[in-house]
C-alpha cells in the first residue's frame, strides 16, 4: 500500500505531449523554448485541475535541459536527472504559504545566482494569494528581473492578482477540458489500470468533473477502489448526482406544462440530496437542446422559444445567486413554474395522461392536434390575472409612497435592520436576505431582486413578512420587491421627475386592498399549494 499513488499524480503528465487539452499554450510555449525566446515572468490562468501547475513544471523542466528533443526535455541530462530536487527549481504555494515571511525571503533570494542550471526558475502556485509584502517584493523583481531568473506563477483566481503584475507577465490562459477530451483520458487510464467501467459511467465521471482532468482522476480513483465495475448506478449512489433519464423526464413534464410531475420530480430530487449545481447545469443543458428545436421547428417543441429562454436565464440566474439562505430547490421549482401558464383544460390533461400511456397508437395518431392543443393553452393568459394586477398596483403605489419621503438616513437605518436579519432562522425573513434594499422611508421599503421567482415569492407573502418584522423587530413597515429592471426604469422616472420639480403624494392603499381582500389571493394559494411553509428552511449554519 506504500506504494500506491492516486491516479492523479501517477499521471500527472511528464511532458509537453502527455498534458491534456491545452494544445495551444503548449505549442506556444514549446515555441518559445526553441526559439529562444523565454520571457521573466509568465502567468498561467485557468479553472483547476486543467494542467496550469503539471505543465509550469514540464515548461521549468525544458528550458533548463541541456539536450531539447523536438522541444522535449531529454529526461536524462544532468539538469533534467535532478529536476525534482534541484535547488534552482523554487516551488511556492501560494495557497499555503501565503502572508509568511519566508516567501518575501525566497523572492527577495533571486538576485543569487542558478547552482547548476541555465535559469533559477520560480514556480508560484495559487499566485493572488500571495501577502501584500509578498507581492511587493515580486514586483519590485519583477520590474527589473536579473537575467538568470523566470517567473512561473499560476492562478485559479485571474481577477485577484494585482494589475501591476498582471501588466508584466505574458499571459497564458488555460481552458476547461471537454468532455470528449476527459473521456478519451479516462478510458486511456482504465485500460492501463484494468479498471471496468460502462461507457455512460465514463460520461458521467467526465460530466461531473466539469473541465477539470485532476477532478476526475480522483473521481475515478475512488470508485475504482470501491467497484469491480464502475456503473453508473454506482456513480449516483456514491455522488448524490442526477442521471439524465431523470432529467429528460423533468424537461418532458415541462413541456407537457405537467407540473405534478415536475413538483414530483424537484421533490425527489431534493429528497436524494441531489445536487443542485449539477442539477440546474444539466437542466439547462437539456432545454438549450430544446430551445434548438424550437427554434429550427416551433411546432415540434410544446413550449414556445421564448419561454424556453427565458427559463433558462432564470435557471442560470439561480445558479448564481443561490445562497445558503433559502433552500435552492424551492427557488429552482418557481424558476421553472413561473413560465408555466396553466388554465384549466390542465387537470384534464393530468387525468388523461394515463390514457394516453397505455394507448400508445392512439397518441400517436393525435400527435398534431395534441400539439396545436398545448400551443394553443400556452398563449392564453391564465387564472392569476387578478393577483398579478394587484401586485402591479401595489408596486406603484408603495414606489410611489417610498419615493415620497425617501431619505439616507431611513436607508442605512433599514439596511441595518436587513443585516441584523442575516442568520434568522424565521423562514419568511430569511427571504429578505438575498434581497438589496434600495430605496426607504420612515415607513416604506423598497428591495429589488433579479430572480424573478424571489420577487414572485417575496411578494405573494408580503402581509405575512410585515407582521413578523412588527412582532420580532418592532416596526411597521410595508414592503415591496422589484426586478432589477423596473428598479431600474422607476428610479430614472424618479430622478426626471425631481429634476422637473413633480412632488410626489402618498396614495393611500387601503381601497386597493379591499378589493382583495377575498381570504386567500389566488397568487399565495398557487404559493401555498407549491410549498408548504415548513419546506421554505433554512439550510446554511
Ligand atoms: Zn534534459
Same mark, same amino acid.
Given at each position: 500500500m506504500v506504494d500506491y499513488k492516486v491516479f492523479y499524480r501517477k499521471y500527472r503528465p511528464q511532458n509537453f505531449s502527455s498534458v491534456v487539452g491545452q494544445e495551444y499554450t503548449i505549442n506556444m510555449l514549446k515555441n518559445a523554448?526553441?526559439?529562444?525566446?523565454?520571457?521573466?515572468?509568465?502567468?498561467?490562468?485557468?479553472?483547476?485541475?486543467?494542467?496550469?501547475?503539471?505543465?509550469?513544471?514540464?515548461?521549468?523542466?525544458?528550458?533548463?535541459?541541456?539536450?531539447?528533443?523536438?522541444?522535449?526535455?531529454?529526461?536524462?541530462?544532468?539538469?533534467?536527472?535532478?529536476?525534482?530536487?534541484?535547488?534552482?527549481?523554487?516551488?511556492?504555494?501560494?495557497?499555503?504559504?501565503?502572508?509568511?515571511?519566508d516567501v518575501r525571503e525566497l523572492i527577495n533570494n533571486v538576485k543569487i545566482a542558478p547552482t547548476e542550471s541555465k535559469y533559477k526558475i520560480y514556480i508560484i502556485d495559487e499566485v493572488h494569494m500571495l501577502s501584500q509584502s509578498a507581492f511587493n517584493a515580486l514586483l519590485l523583481?519583477?520590474?527589473?528581473?536579473?537575467?538568470?531568473?523566470?517567473?512561473?506563477?499560476?492562478?485559479?483566481?485571474?481577477?485577484?492578482?494585482?494589475?501591476? =503584475?498582471?501588466?508584466?507577465? @505574458?499571459?497564458? %490562459?488555460? *481552458?476547461? &477540458?471537454?468532455?470528449?477530451?476527459?473521456?478519451?483520458?479516462? +478510458?486511456?487510464i482504465c485500460n492501463l489500470e484494468q479498471i471496468k467501467i460502462t461507457d455512460d459511467a465514463l460520461q458521467e465521471i467526465a460530466y461531473l468533473s466539469e473541465g477539470g482532468l485532476r477532478d476526475a482522476l480522483s473521481l475515478l480513483d475512488q470508485l475504482s477502489s470501491n467497484y469491480e465495475e464502475i456503473t453508473l448506478d454506482s456513480i449516483l449512489t456514491n455522488y448524490g448526482?442526477?442521471?439524465?433519464?431523470?432529467?429528460n423526464k423533468l424537461v418532458e413534464a415541462i413541456l407537457d406544462g405537467n407540473i405534478n410531475d415536475i413538483v414530483g420530480i424537484i421533490t425527489d430530487l431534493e429528497n436524494n440530496a441531489s445536487d443542485y449545481k449539477v442539477? =440546474?447545469?444539466?437542466?439547462? @443543458?437539456?432545454? %438549450?437542446? *430544446?430551445? &434548438?428545436?424550437?427554434?429550427?421547428?416551433?411546432?415540434?417543441? +410544446?413550449?414556445?422559444?421564448?419561454?424556453?429562454?427565458?427559463?433558462?436565464?432564470?435557471?442560470?440566474?439561480?445558479?448564481?445567486?443561490?445562497?445558503?439562505?433559502?433552500?435552492?430547490?424551492?427557488?429552482?421549482?418557481?424558476?421553472i413554474l413561473n413560465y408555466i401558464k396553466i388554465d384549466n383544460t390542465y387537470q384534464q390533461n393530468v387525468d388523461n395522461n394515463t390514457v394516453k400511456n397505455t394507448v400508445d397508437n392512439s397518441k400517436l395518431m393525435e400527435k398534431e392536434p395534441y400539439q396545436e392543443k398545448v400551443l394553443d393553452k400556452v398563449v392564453k393568459t391564465d387564472d392569476f390575472d387578478g393577483d398579478l394586477e394587484y401586485i402591479e398596483e401595489l408596486k406603484k403605489i408603495r414606489t410611489n409612497n417610498c419615493f415620497a419621503s425617501a431619505s439616507k438616513t431611513d436607508l442605512i437605518n433599514y439596511q441595518n435592520l436587513l443585516k441584523s436579519i442575516?442568520?434568522?432562522?424565521d423562514s419568511l425573513l430569511a427571504m429578505l436576505v438575498d434581497v438589496s434594499l434600495v430605496a426607504a422611508s420612515k415607513d416604506n421599503?423598497?428591495?429589488?431582486?433579479?430572480?424573478?421567482?424571489?420577487?414572485?415569492?417575496?411578494?405573494?407573502?408580503?402581509?405575512?413578512?410585515?407582521n413578523i418584522l412588527w412582532e420580532k423587530y418592532n416596526v411597521k413597515l410595508k414592503i415591496i420587491v422589484l426586478s432589477e429592471d423596473e428598479?431600474?426604469?422607476?428610479?430614472?422616472?424618479?430622478?426626471?421627475?425631481?429634476?422637473?420639480?413633480?412632488?410626489?403624494?402618498?396614495?393611500?392603499?387601503?381601497?386597493?386592498?379591499?378589493?382583495?381582500?377575498?381570504?386567500?389571493?389566488?397568487?399565495?394559494?398557487?404559493?401555498?399549494?407549491?410549498?408548504d411553509s415548513n419546506k421554505i428552511e433554512i439550510i446554511g449554519e
Open positions: 523554448i526553441m526559439n529562444n525566446k523565454i520571457s521573466h515572468a509568465y502567468l498561467f490562468t485557468g479553472p483547476r485541475g486543467t494542467g496550469k501547475t503539471s505543465t509550469a513544471k514540464i515548461f521549468a523542466k525544458t528550458i533548463n535541459c541541456e539536450n531539447l528533443v523536438n522541444g522535449e526535455a531529454c529526461g536524462k541530462c544532468q539538469s533534467c536527472l535532478s529536476f525534482s530536487n534541484s535547488p534552482d527549481i523554487i516551488e511556492i504555494d501560494a495557497a499555503s504559504n501565503n502572508g509568511v515571511d523583481t519583477l520590474e527589473e528581473p536579473p537575467s538568470h531568473a523566470i517567473f512561473i506563477m499560476a492562478t485559479t483566481n485571474v481577477e485577484s492578482v494585482p494589475i501591476t =503584475i498582471l501588466s508584466r507577465c @505574458q499571459r497564458f %490562459n488555460f *481552458k476547461k &477540458i471537454t468532455l470528449q477530451e476527459i473521456c478519451d483520458h479516462l +478510458k486511456y448526482s442526477i442521471s439524465s433519464l431523470t432529467i442539477f =440546474i447545469k444539466k437542466l439547462i @443543458q437539456q432545454l %438549450n437542446k *430544446k430551445a &434548438i428545436l424550437s427554434k429550427q421547428n416551433p411546432l415540434a417543441v +410544446k413550449i414556445s422559444y421564448e419561454q424556453i429562454k427565458d427559463m433558462i436565464f432564470e435557471l442560470n440566474n439561480c445558479l448564481n445567486q443561490i445562497t445558503i439562505h433559502v433552500n435552492p430547490y424551492l427557488l429552482i421549482q418557481l424558476a442575516q442568520g434568522e432562522k421599503l423598497i428591495l429589488t431582486s433579479n430572480l424573478s421567482s424571489t420577487v414572485l415569492l417575496i411578494n405573494s407573502k408580503l402581509s405575512e413578512i410585515e428598479w431600474k426604469n422607476l428610479k430614472q422616472e424618479y430622478i426626471q421627475n425631481l429634476k422637473n420639480g413633480v412632488k410626489y403624494k402618498l396614495i393611500d392603499e387601503s381601497s386597493l386592498e379591499k378589493k382583495n381582500s377575498k381570504e386567500n389571493s389566488q397568487l399565495e394559494k398557487l404559493a401555498n399549494e407549491l410549498f
